[in-house]
Every structure is written in C-alpha cells, then in structure tokens.
Nanobody, 119 residues
Framework: QLQASGGGLVQAGDSLRLSCAASGRTFRSDTMAWFRQAPGKEREFVVVISGSGVTSYADSVKGRFTISSDNAKGTVHLQMNSLRPEDTAVYYC???????????????WGQGTLVTVSS
C-alpha cells in the first residue's frame, strides 16, 4: 500500500529526493513519516508530516531535509540536501493516525529504499 522510491548512491554533499506513493487506500488525512535504519542500528525517526501539514524533524536532518505531501496524489516526498555519510540507511515511509517519533505508532509501512552516501 506504500511504495517508497528514489534511493541511490550519491557522494557527500549531493541531494536525493525520495517519494512514497500510496495505493489501495487513501492516506490523505493520515500522518506520514519517514524513518531510516542504518546497518546494525535501530530504526530511527527522520521526519513526520501531519494531515494538516504540520512537520517535525529529527535534529540530525533539520535544515537539510524537507518533507512535502501531495494529498491529491497521495504522495509524500523527502528532499534530502547536503547528504552526509551518516545518512546512509534504508529509508522507510510510514502512515498512521497521529504524529509520533515512535515507529510502533504507525500502521502502514513501505518496503524501504536504500540511500548510500559515500565520503
């Protein structure tokens, strides 16, 4: 129901734009979020956008990443600028009813897209 795309291999300082497309169900009023999981680490919160457009970012990405939503298309984007090697991870989009930094709150998950940032 959620399909994440846009990952790839980039160099430090480059940009990438991830997308999360919903199908089979409308997510227009839901909260959407991005999480990431680096090798050997736990899944961590990146950013969330509520159904009303309120956003919250993890400190590690604030000022570099920007989330946006296209409610008409049921799509959420994550613009990632000034990428760093520590941003390397599998990025997951998620949908839920309330904004939260806790992964367990979200009901639906995409399959993940790999972002690799080389130094």
């Amino acid at each position: 129901q959620l399909q994440a795309s846009g990952g790839g291999l980039v160099q430090a300082g480059d940009s990438l734009r991830l997308s999360c497309a919903a199908s089979g169900r409308t997510f227009r009023s839901d909260t959407m979020a991005w999480f990431r999981q680096a090798p050997g680490k736990e899944r961590e919160f990146v950013v969330v956008i509520s159904g009303s457009g309120v956003t919250s970012y993890a400190d590690s990405v604030k000022g570099r990443f920007t989330i946006s939503s296209d409610n008409a298309k049921g799509t959420v984007h994550l613009q990632m600028n000034s990428l760093r090697p520590e941003d390397t991870a599998v990025y997951y989009c998620a949908a839920g009813r309330i904004p939260s930094i806790r992964a367990t709150v979200y009901d639906f998950w995409g399959q993940g897209t790999l972002v690799t940032v080389s130094s």
